[in-house]
């Protein structure tokens, strides 16, 4: 959100600078983000003075050019050669002198001294788009006679020179969405510093309020009251729709808005300063003279300000005329009731609506306007006749006409204010800090806390109606403490803690050692969004019914849970792809989410699943280029020990381990899938061309999904002991193993495993070879077998036992041929 330093000064008189003012918002809430100089021209002007034409004839040397001299105010006048067709003698201008930049809509251009055709031009006499402030270029801008020359074009437009502060608006804090209300904890804050209340707000005047007539009365009919809380409006008829004047054209473009015209603009400003959304129709369209606000039904299209055609849903608040719709409730307007030129008579309105309802509307259809901002946050039912009387004050004043009714307020039910029992011991103990009974009343008080009562205990507060985040106790003790500050409580010189027995498997402390682990080995941790696009899980191997949709979802980019983390690691690489950063080895510890498509009752926890995965990628090269290496990519055994390393490390042995091919990889074009006993652990591979190119990645992505919580529950059964360092030696053979090409090594080391348990250390594959003098569907593997007596050294007669063991394994249950 921005907030305009200049237009906050005209709702608080404090002294402080944009800097000053920037630490002040940030202390009491407001987290400044940014602070930006604003501009109502784009450089100021600076460079550019007016001028007059002393002389001015034709280029000896080109038909379209003048070659003119022209007094800046300077000790010598400036020759410049200019290819305006309307330059003359006499004339009072606009000169750029060299050396100034000049911005306009097709970017910067540099005034520069130069010969043009041979002669010297030592500046630029401007035309108003040159300049930035129009978009004429049919000649050069002429000023009218008495103007003086030497002076600076920014001080002869009245440039408006401004700070602008981007707020990160937090979701509660709906009520600072305004320069009043930021105006209101500038006041609070201030007061509290200063230990006085020398600041008040300064509200705008609507004293002056009155209508010229009663010739125009639009009754207004509210069909739901539950979405409609208050409706007020009035009619203005006579009036001229036109460009704004410059000072409300200069307070939107300081808040990023542009200009439409002189209605629309006086509503867009009434909403940043008071936080109250309006809306301005066209008298005309308002058919059979009355207003409806009610829920028109399924089915009924609806044309948007922007020519988009909406399908309504039957749920979906509209404002009606007697026989169609005008506009979408606190979100947008419609084609045939906007404001045009051809405008003379509008009907206001200033409403409150539910912000339920509004929610909704605004996340089915996409549509994300300021009003909708406000409203599905919740507005202030209070303020709706004040801001109506604010705006028509203001149109009149820009656009002329006359006010042709009363003010019109249907108010179906008004709420009771909200009343909450504020204790100073509750004040106390959530703060942290004892403050003085006067302190927190002064600081309720200038944030409109109405005091109804108080005791030596506490208070009985009434809460202003704009704070509708304010429900309890906790609420209020919270507004106390951003104005009171929090870096005025104390540190605590001592702490209290108490002994906890945490449940075993520590899972987040086997997380964090996990995590450890991966980021020694020079893997990034990344964390995405559970919510992702319910288009991700149409195809490779997921069942889209199986995703957990969202009910109002942000946007369609974020409205199901995801089902795996594949999909955020993809965008993870996207996005550092997109910022050369190509070589990466990232890992996410992430919850994923499933909906059982066989439970009917989707409404109940029963009917999710929720589990925790940890998530490996590895895409790019495996070391940085060097001189001294060839390059290497990173390949699918790079990523096996990666995983093999997590759980060695949470004492999951290797002879544990299991492995298989997977009948149907799904989003693998080739992968293998681990498991200790018969549960499913891991599964690790190379992504499919087909995934990739949906992510719009190119080269390899190797990817590792490991059940964390079946690790955890496998790991919390091993135990970690120590060991001596072995003081017998290690005794090694080999075998080489004629099979079928259908064998893999991990059967070998299987059968291996399960025939001698005792003294085998290790099985290791070493090559690997295929030749057709083999025979048809052969290879050759070169297998080496460490054995180890942890008691005693072991002999040749021991050794060869085991190996005769082996090689009757291979030949009985692989038909292994011993080479």
């Known amino acids: 959100m921005q907030i305009s330093y200049n237009w906050l000064k005209d709702y608080a008189a404090f002294a402080q600078g944009p800097e000053e003012l920037s630490v002040l918002l940030t202390n009491c809430g407001l987290e400044v983000e940014a602070l930006e100089r604003h501009e109502s021209v784009r450089g100021g002007m600076k460079g550019v003075v007016t001028g007059k034409v002393l002389s001015c004839e034709k280029h000896p040397n080109a038909d379209k050019l003048s070659l003119a001299r022209v007094d800046v105010g300077g000790n010598e006048p400036l020759s410049i050669v200019c290819g305006a067709p309307n330059v003359e003698e006499g004339q009072k201008v606009l000169v750029a ?6 911005y306009t809509d097709k970017g910067e251009f540099p005034v520069k001294r130069a010969k043009i055709r041979g002669k010297m031009s030592e500046g630029m006499i401007c035309a108003e788009d040159e300049l930035g402030i129009g978009d004429t270029h049919e000649g050069i801008m002429v000023l009218p ?4 020359v030497g002076m600076d074009a920014s001080e002869y437009f009245n440039l ?29 804050a201030h007061n509290h510093q200063k230990g006085q209340r020398e600041l008040s707000v300064l509200w705008p005047d609507v004293s002056g309020f009155l209508s010229d007539n009663h010739d125009v009365h639009i009754p207004v009919h509210i069909e739901d009251p539950d979405a409609c809380h208050r409706y007020s409006s009035l009619t203005i008829t006579g009036l001229t729709v036109k460009e704004s004047p410059g000072w409300l054209k200069n307070k939107l473009k300081a808040i990023g808005l542009k200009p439409i015209n002189n209605v629309v603009d006086v509503t ?4 940043h300063e008071l936080g109250q959304p309006l809306h301005a129709f066209d008298l005309s369209a308002v058919d059979g003279n009355k207003v409806i606000v009610k829920k028109s039904p399924r089915g009924t299209v609806f044309e948007t300000l922007d020519e988009e055609k909406l399908e309504l849903t039957g749920e979906d608040l509209m404002i009606c005329n007697a026989s169609q719709p005008m506009c979408m409730g606190g979100i947008l307007g419609g084609t045939r009731s906007g404001v045009t030129e051809a405008t003379t008579a509008i009907f206001l309105e200033s409403a409150c609506f539910d912000p339920i309802s509004i929610r909704k509307s605004s996340r089915h259809h996409g549509l994300k306007t300021d009003a909708s901002f406000r409203f599905e946050r919740g507005s202030d039912p209070e303020i ?8 028509a004050l203001l149109i009149r004043e820009v656009a002329g006409g006359t006010i042709s009714s009363d003010v019109d307020d249907v108010y179906p039910k008004r709420p009771s204010p909200v009343t909450i029992d504020l204790g100073y011991r509750r004040v106390q103990t959530l703060i942290g800090k004892d403050i003085a009974a006067g302190e927190i009343q002064s600081i309720l008080e200038d944030l409109d806390f109405k005091i109804v009562s108080k005791t030596d205990d506490g208070l009985i507060l009434s809460a202003p109606s704009y704070r509708v985040d304010v429900r309890r106790d906790a609420d209020v003790v919270e507004e106390i403490l951003r104005i009171y500050g929090y870096n005025n409580v104390d540190v605590p010189q001592k702490m209290h803690s108490s002994i906890v027995i945490s449940p075993k498997p520590d899972k987040e402390q086997l997380q964090n050692v996990v995590s450890d682990l991966l980021s020694a080995r020079g893997f990034n941790e990344i964390m995405n969004n559970s919510l992702t696009k319910a288009a991700y899980y149409e195809g490779a191997g997921f069942d889209p019914l199986r995703s957990v949709p969202i009910r109002n979802p942000l946007s369609q980019d974020l409205n199901v849970l995801r089902q795996s983390l594949l999909f955020g690691g993809l965008e993870s690489i996207v996005y550092n792809r997109n910022r050369k950063v190509l070589d990466m080895k990232l890992y996410e510890f992430g919850n994923v989410y499933t909906r059982k498509t066989a439970e009917k009752k989707s409404g109940t926890l029963k009917a999710y699943h929720e589990r925790m995965v940890l998530a490996l990628f590895l895409a790019g090269k495996r070391q940085p280029e060097t001189w001294y290496e060839d390059e290497a990519m990173h390949g699918f055994f790079d990523l096996k020990n990666a995983v093999y390393a997590v759980l060695r490390r949470l004492g999951i042995k290797e002879r544990m381990i299991s492995s298989r091919e997977p009948e149907q990889p799904d989003r693998f074009a080739y992968c293998m899938d681990l498991f200790v006993d018969s549960e499913h652990i891991a599964r690790l591979g190379l992504l499919s061309e087909q995934i990739l190119k949906q992510a719009d990645i190119r080269g390899d992505v190797f990817c590792g999904m490991m059940e964390w919580d079946a690790i955890v529950q496998v790991a919390s059964k091993q135990s970690l002991t120590y060991r001596d360092v072995p003081k017998f030696p290690e005794v090694r053979r080999d075998l080489a193993l004629l099979v079928d090409s259908a064998v893999h090594f991990a059967n070998i080391e299987e059968i291996a495993c399960h025939a001698e348990k005792n003294i085998l250390q290790e099985v290791n594959l070493f090559d690997v070879y295929q030749d ?4 048809k569907d052969k290879k050759s593997y070169a ?29 009985q249950k692989l038909g292994a041929v011993i080479r």
Do not use: C
């Open 145 to 148: 006679d008495n103007t003086p």
């Open 772 to 775: 057709d003098r083999m025979g």
């Open 783 to 811: 297998v080496s077998f460490v054995f180890q007596d942890e008691k005693k050294t072991l002999t040749d007669e021991e050794v060869d036992r085991v190996m005769e063991k082996l090689t009757s394994a291979y030949e």
């Open 268 to 271: 867009n400003f009434v909403l």
């Open 160 to 188: 408006a020179q401004d700070w602008v502060f981007e707020i990160g608006l937090t979701p509660n804090r709906i009520d600072a969405a305004s320069h009043i209300g930021v105006a209101r904890d500038v006041v609070a």
């Open 384 to 391: 709706t006749v004040f801001a109506l009387k604010r705006a």
């Open 97 to 102: 002198l060299a050396g100034t930049t000049l």
